[in-house]
């Protein structure tokens, strides 16, 4: 005689994602997705605050040189003169920036597993005022999905997205931190108290009729908490020296460093950037500064007889890495400013002999420019510079983002740009 079969073995399994019963995992629940979203509640509002700083850092207000986002209106209320000390500061803010975002990759994902029941729900707008949380979900969601991915890309250096980086960067972040705020105001005290309670209690995230446990939820949180390690390690060590050799995820798109004094991180090599051999010789290359008195063109031998000075200063990249301090020898920006009639130095566009890539151009405001570190750099570590590092000569400025240390300098325009 045939055994009856079980209630949970009769009855079909639904087949269409609309159906609470569809999503089996018992590890779904209030609980977990609120240690999550706890989580993420510090780390993003860290990367939002982080890639503010970022961008003021480029001192988009130099317009139209810098700015990649001019319709940014009112989004723009924050902005300040980026400060030259100390000297390592883009260092850190970008790199705490781009490494928390690599590390809470893991998180995020988990934390959209745990919810993706919820955008399954029928009727999808129950009520005005449910038709409205589902829009911000949606916002939240894709703008999180964008914001991420975006990053990712530009770390890597791949530019498969339409459109400059920048403002898609900028734009997409206040409206989804926007979303993310609105969300978290409605969400958070209900999260905490589901992280006290350390159960689950009805709820629409909960199946009804779960599949057997594979995993503990603490389990499920170790396996996120592992994998945002794993990132972190071949993450920070970009720009953090110590762990340099297990930086996996650092930038591959532009050349591997050398050996020797010019042994560091390069994005853009010389041959990427259009730049000859013949133009960077001695006897074709002039660096034209243009100013108040008129216009002055010097040959790397004429640089070579002003005073010159010496700074020790990193290089920092919007990609995140960064390197430890070089030691740069060149003219100071402000001494080249006296040449053409500032004895207060003013703003200074710098153009370069690049032919391809963004910043081209760069406008660097009067307070780096009056940095005594802030130079004309004709050496570092002790030889010239090598052609991927900007021979005959480049910008190096405190705390300033490597774009705007502009390689291959041919042309310097003090005062108003």
């Not at 958070?188 to 350390?198: D, E, G, K």
């Given at each position: 005689m045939?055994?009856p079969?079980?209630?949970?073995r009769?009855r079909?399994?639904?087949r ?5 019963a569809?999503w089996r995992?018992?590890l ?6 609120s ?8 780390g993003?509002?860290v990367?939002f605050?982080?890639g503010?700083l970022?961008?003021?850092a480029?001192n988009p ?7 990649k ?14 400060p ?6 883009y260092?850190?803010t970008q790199?705490?920036h781009?490494t ?6 893991p998180?995020?994902?988990a934390?959209?597993w745990s919810?993706v029941?919820?955008l399954?729900t029928l009727?999808p ?14 916002l939240?969601?894709g703008?999180?999905?964008f ?5 990712v890309?530009?770390?890597?250096l ?5 459109g400059s980086f920048?403002?898609?960067h900028?734009y ?8 993310f705020?609105a969300?978290a105001?409605?969400?958070t005290p209900?999260a905490?108290r589901?992280v006290r309670?350390?159960?689950?209690e009805r709820?629409e ?13 603490r389990?499920?949180l170790?396996?996120v908490?592992g994998g945002s ?6 993450t ?7 762990l340099?050799?297990t930086a996996?995820l650092?930038?591959h ?12 991180q ?9 730049i000859?051999?013949d ?13 108040r ?10 640089l070579l007889?002003?005073?010159l ?10 990609e995140?890495?960064?390197t ?15 040449l053409?009639?500032?004895d207060?130095p003013?703003d200074?566009l ?8 963004a910043f081209?151009r760069a406008?660097l405001?009067a ?10 750099a004709?050496y570092?570590?002790g030889e010239?510079?090598t052609?991927d590092?900007?021979?005959p ?15 291959w ?7 108003e740009?």
């Amino acid at each position: 005689m045939a055994r009856p079969d079980s209630p949970a073995r009769s009855r079909p399994l639904p087949r269409t994602p609309f159906s609470p019963a569809f999503w089996r995992s018992p590890l779904r629940g209030p609980w977990l997705t609120s240690v999550l979203g706890l989580v993420l509640l510090g780390g993003i509002t860290v990367l939002f605050l982080t890639g503010l700083l970022s961008y003021a850092a480029y001192n988009p207000d130099l317009s139209p040189v810098n700015d990649k986002t001019p319709d940014k209106g009112l989004l723009g209320f924050y902005l300040f003169s980026w400060p030259t000390d100390p000297h390592w500061l883009y260092r850190l803010t970008q790199g705490v920036h781009v490494t928390l975002g690599i590390t809470l990759i893991p998180v995020l994902l988990a934390k959209l597993w745990s919810v993706v029941p919820k955008l399954f729900t029928l009727p999808p707008a129950r009520s005005l005022a449910h038709a409205l949380e589902r829009v911000s979900l949606l916002l939240l969601v894709g703008g999180a999905l964008f914001e991420f991915v975006t990053g990712v890309l530009n770390v890597q250096l791949d530019y498969v997205f339409p459109g400059s980086f920048y403002p898609l960067h900028f734009y997409g972040a206040w409206v989804f931190f926007a979303a993310f705020v609105a969300h978290a105001a409605l969400k958070t005290p209900a999260a905490v108290r589901n992280v006290r309670q350390l159960r689950d209690e009805r709820s629409e995230l909960v199946s009804p009729a779960p599949a057997a446990p594979t995993v503990s939820r603490r389990g499920a949180l170790g396996l996120v908490g592992g994998g945002s390690l794993l990132l972190l390690v071949t993450t920070a060590g970009q720009s953090f020296d110590p762990l340099r050799r297990t930086a996996l995820l650092a930038p591959h798109g532009g050349a591997e460093p050398a050996t020797g004094p010019g042994g560091f991180q390069i994005n853009k090599t010389a041959a990427y950037a259009g730049i000859r051999a013949d133009e960077t010789s001695g006897e074709a290359w002039r660096l034209v500064v243009v100013g108040r008195t008129g216009t002055v063109r010097l040959s790397r031998a004429e640089l070579l007889q002003l005073p010159l000075h010496s700074s020790s200063l990193p290089i920092a990249c919007v990609e995140g890495w960064s390197t430890s301090d070089q030691w740069w020898r060149g003219v100071r920006l402000r001494d080249l400013a006296a040449l053409v009639g500032y004895d207060d130095p003013p703003d200074v566009l710098v153009e370069s002999l690049q032919r391809h890539g963004a910043f081209r151009r760069a406008a660097l405001r009067a307070n780096q420019v009056a940095d005594p570190r802030s130079l004309l750099a004709l050496y570092v570590n002790g030889e010239d510079l090598t052609p991927d590092h900007g021979h005959p000569a480049r910008v190096i400025v405190p705390a300033a983002p490597g774009v705007l240390n502009t390689k291959w300098v041919a042309r310097m325009t003090f005062g108003e740009l």
